[in-house]
């Protein structure tokens, strides 16, 4: 089983700025990863697939990149809106398809 | 506009099984290349996939919980099912459904399932 981790699990950033966040596989998911946005109460919500392709309605101040072990999801122009928690999931290897623990973004 | 609701009893008894429907409106589900997934989220934690289903029936689960699920689909309804059997309040949760390329491209709101005597 392939195991995604997420860093920071916490990030702080102001209104305006730009949050970069990372997840690991423990092995090679070439570019099979997906990020997705959470917010308080609701259902996740897809961002990105194949690694870098933002999925309909994302705005372009969301953007993704990596491959192998290594992916970024990069939020710029923060609004507060977007304070959330973010999951990256594999699905090189399955199943099972696995999700990161998750990083929680708050804009203050 | 694909949509997907859950719907089943909010309780359930430990060691009875847990049974929760999907009905997907806004297309068909008969659709070859998507799978239909069923995920979890435990109060304060993160995802956990518990397994998807083909319309033609092909299953894949989680390893983790492979000898207690079943999921089945019914392409007259439009709908696919969830079976867990002898819960434990480890499996108190959020339960999602989702159309399932591998990713979760939509995802329904979810239904809490709580797991108490």
């Known amino acids: 089983e392939i195991e995604m981790t997420q860093s920071p699990v916490t990030l702080s950033v102001s209104p305006g700025g730009r949050a970069t966040l990372s997840c690991r596989a423990s092995?090679?998911?070439?570019?099979?990863s997906a990020w997705y946005q959470q917010k308080p109460g609701q259902a996740p919500r897809l961002l990105f697939y194949?690694?870098?392709i933002r999925a309909t309605g994302i705005p372009g101040r969301f953007s993704a990149s990596g491959s192998g072990t290594e992916f970024t999801l990069t939020i710029s122009s923060l609004q507060s809106e977007d304070s959330a928690i973010y999951y990256c999931?594999?699905?090189?290897?399955?199943?099972?398809?696995?999700f990161g623990q998750g990083t929680k973004l708050e804009i203050k | 506009q694909l949509r997907l609701q859950e719907s089943g009893p909010g309780l359930v008894k430990p060691s009875e099984t847990l049974s929760l429907t999907c009905t997907v409106s806004?297309?068909?589900?008969?659709?070859?290349?998507?799978?239909w997934g069923w995920i979890r989220q435990p109060p304060g934690k993160g995802l956990e996939w518990i397994g998807s289903?083909?319309?033609?029936?092909?299953?894949y689960y989680s390893p983790s919980l492979k000898s207690r699920v079943t999921i089945s689909v019914d392409t007259s309804k439009n709908q696919f099912s969830l079976s867990l059997s002898s819960v434990t309040a480890a499996d108190t949760a959020v339960y999602y459904c989702?159309?399932?390329?591998?990713?979760?491209?939509?995802w329904g709101k979810g239904t809490t399932v709580t797991v108490s005597s």
């Open positions: 289903i083909h319309y033609t029936g092909t299953t």
């Open positions: 989702a159309e399932n390329y591998y990713y979760m491209a939509v």
């Open positions: 806004g297309d068909s589900i008969n659709r070859t290349n998507d799978y």
């Open positions: 092995q090679s998911v070439n570019r099979n």
């Open positions: 194949g690694a870098s």
């Open positions: 999931q594999q699905y090189d290897n399955w199943p099972p398809y696995t």
